[in-house]
């Protein structure tokens, strides 16, 4: 079965670069440099103590329920153009958390498909309405504030990457902990033993980070092309693919994230990475 062997660097590259200061790790305290006021594109927790930037889920939120709420034009904006620019390319090549999941399906097991359960593929778009939007949105305290709630009641990237190692590295943070670091570890452990199954169920299910940049998967800048004169609808870009998307007949679905596995198993060439602002004819999709 072919693949794209070489995505795994990118990743690791990426998770390093949104995490550089691995000696906080040791000393159990959190980067709060300028970085922190700019995001990486990908799902990477700002209480990571490795972190140098912000989460961009983290920082919509955190206006939203600012008492002095106005709109997050900066980080909207970030949204909009790695959205528009690369579309779910962030999730297969960017996000460390997405990494994470892969590692974990990589365990020697038995693996399942998840084209039954896609249905809940659905699931992240309303949480991405609601936790990160209506909830921070409307439900404020007595000074106008409000929770964030993905990160503070959903998130796992959260527990994984801020919650463990603060407090493991950190005695009064453990003594303070409380039902909701169970919650969330809870939801942790019930992704990762998924992950082990089933490839990427958070990115499938319930990353609202995913459900945005899926959005733009049919009008970003770089996008998969299908030269129809090629392909003979075989289905080899299916059966290859983990998303569960039926490449050769939607080659921009939103749950594609863009891993080039199709490409690199098409018998055929017929599937090609374009980068560009407007379609390439189907003249011009004889490229290979």
């Keep these: 079965m072919a693949k794209n062997r070489h995505r795994w660097k990118i990743q690791l590259g990426a998770t390093l670069a949104a995490n550089p200061f691995l000696l906080n790790f040791f000393q159990g305290k959190i980067s709060r440099g300028r970085l922190k006021g700019i995001c ?6 700002y209480s990571c103590p490795a972190a140098a930037a912000s989460c ?5 939120q955190a206006v939203i329920g600012s008492s002095k709420y106005h709109f997050a034009y900066y980080v909207v904006g970030f949204l909009l153009f790695i959205g528009v ?22 365990i020697p097991t038995k693996k399942f498909s998840t084209k039954r359960f896609h249905i809940l593929t659905h699931l992240k778009y309303g ?5 990160v939007i209506i909830l921070p949105m409307t439900v404020v305290n007595e000074v106008g ?7 503070k009641y959903l998130c796992p990237a959260g527990i994984l990457e801020g919650g463990i190692p603060l407090s493991l590295a950190d005695s009064s943070i453990r003594a303070s902990l409380g039902w909701l670091f169970t919650w969330k570890s809870c939801i942790l452990l019930g992704i990762a033993v998924l992950s082990v199954f089933f490839y990427r169920p958070f990115c499938k299910w ?5 459900a945005f940049y899926g959005l733009y998967n049919k009008v970003s800048v770089y996008r998969l092309e299908v030269n129809e004169s090629k392909c003979t609808s075989c289905g080899a870009c299916s059966r290859v693919c983990k998303m569960d998307v039926e490449v050769f007949h939607i080659p921009n679905h939103a749950e594609c994230i863009r891993c080039g596995d199709c490409v690199a198993t098409c018998p ?16 011009k999709e004889t490229v290979t």
């Design 40 to 45: 990486v594109p990908g799902l990477n927790c």
């Design 56 to 60: 961009p889920i983290g920082a919509v």
């Design 85 to 106: 620019l690369l579309g779910r390319v962030v999730c297969g090549f960017l996000c460390p958390f997405g990494w994470f999941q892969e590692l974990l399906h990589k």
């Design 127 to 131: 949480i991405l309405l609601l936790f």
């Design 145 to 151: 504030m409000g929770d964030p709630f993905f990160c």
């Design 206 to 210: 319930l990353c609202p980070l995913g």
């Design 268 to 283: 055929q060439q017929a599937i090609t990475k374009t980068f560009a602002l407007k379609r390439q004819t189907k003249k």
